[in-house]
Nanobody, 123 residues
């Protein structure tokens, strides 16, 4: 079992930046893909970004390409999501998930989840 804890969210102004963290414990973190999803009020959980187990491969949703950067430090069992040029539409709860999904954009295929961190962007 892997336990995931997100942090780094908050209330920020449009145009600013945030760095979210996903700290893992209790399992073989370095063997899993890690993804970030977000869920806005009244909407389903949506794929944001993914990184392979060794950190060599990354992928992003079209809506965040160029503004979001996913990374990981396997020695510290932590993944990160750098968010730049925040927009009001980025307001959501951000979740990290870990697993070996056949479809990286399907949240149901990830085995482990954190509790989420709230990001609120004021315009």
């Amino acid at each position: 079992q892997v336990q995931l804890v997100e942090s780094g969210g908050g209330l920020v102004q449009a145009g600013s930046s945030l760095r979210l963290s996903c700290a893992a414990s209790g399992g073989f973190f370095r063997t899993y893909y890690v993804a970030w999803f977000r869920q806005a009020p009244g909407k389903e959980r949506a794929f944001v970004a993914v990184i392979s187990d060794d950190g060599e491969l990354t992928g992003y949703a079209d809506s965040v390409e160029g503004r979001f950067t996913i990374s990981r430090d396997n020695d510290k069992n932590t993944a990160f999501l750098q968010i730049d040029s925040l927009e009001h539409l980025d307001t959501a709860i951000y979740y990290c998930g870990a697993g070996t999904p056949r479809n990286i954009e399907e949240p149901e295929l990830y085995d482990f989840w954190g509790q989420g961190t709230q990001v609120t962007v004021s315009s």
